[in-house]
């Protein structure tokens, strides 16, 4: 990450004296998979019963680091998951839909902001970054029949471990980066992780592309309700490192 030399006054009072940052846009086109399962003895498939198959969403990230020591940088991200399906079922079974043969339309809708708060360990040719994110995780699922249309919506606050690595290729624009979440706990299990390859063009200005990976699991939330849930695909992203 490009770095901005500080005033003289803050020189004499840090062991580093440089800020820097990075802001990020990107499509990621993902493909739904994993299963559900709502008040029911069976779990439901995402892809094989539901039909979702993939679409695209857009994510947003920035970073900040600053040189005041023992003080951890600052990574925001958001990123929105979105999936519509239609598909025809035999005695299917999910909440109040019940036996039903015909066609099942089906919405799923998750998003999650992330506030990470890491420390760079590396920066010579190679970056490794550490931290902890704190995310704020909504979803919610539709599914609809001729018969019944039940909704059912959940929301919480999970602590996960950070790391980022990155690999700058000498003699040339390239760089490759490696970033992961993840946390494992009693009845909850989540996970995302991004490899990329990067260039950059001039000002900071660079292109990244590579693939991306979601994973939630959780049996506690709203009673009944049981989600192993992936969302996983490419992505390219336009990014500035100032």
Request: glycine letters at 6%.
């Amino acid at each position: 990450m490009k770095k901005i030399i500080l005033a003289p006054l803050f020189s004499s009072m840090l062991f580093a004296d440089t800020l820097g940052g990075e802001v990020a846009i990107g499509l990621f086109n993902h493909t739904p998979s994993g299963d559900t399962r709502y008040q029911t003895a069976k779990s439901v498939d995402l892809a094989d019963t539901l039909g979702f198959t993939s679409t695209q969403d857009i994510f947003l990230a920035a970073y900040l680091e600053h040189p005041l020591p023992l003080i951890p940088n600052l990574k925001l991200s958001y990123t929105t998951l979105s999936n519509n399906a239609s598909n025809n079922v035999n005695t299917f079974s999910w909440g109040e839909i019940q036996n039903f043969s015909g066609l099942l339309s089906s919405n799923i809708s998750l998003s999650y902001t992330d506030a990470t708060l890491y420390y760079e360990v590396l920066d010579n040719g190679v970056e490794l970054d550490v931290g902890a994110t704190l995310r704020s995780l909504e979803g919610d699922m539709n599914l609809k029949s001729t018969q019944n249309n039940d909704t059912v919506s959940y929301s919480t606050n999970i602590p996960l471990l950070y790391a980022k690595a990155r690999v700058y290729i000498p003699s040339t624009e390239f760089s490759l980066q490696a970033e992961l979440n993840a946390i494992s706990f009693s009845s909850q299990s989540s996970y995302d992780y991004a490899l990329s390859a990067r260039y950059t063009f001039m000002m900071g200005l660079g292109l990244e592309a590579g693939y991306k990976a979601f994973h939630f699991e959780d049996s506690k939330l709203v009673s009944g309700l049981e989600n192993n849930i992936d969302f996983s695909g490419f992505y390219a992203s336009a990014i500035w490192d100032f």
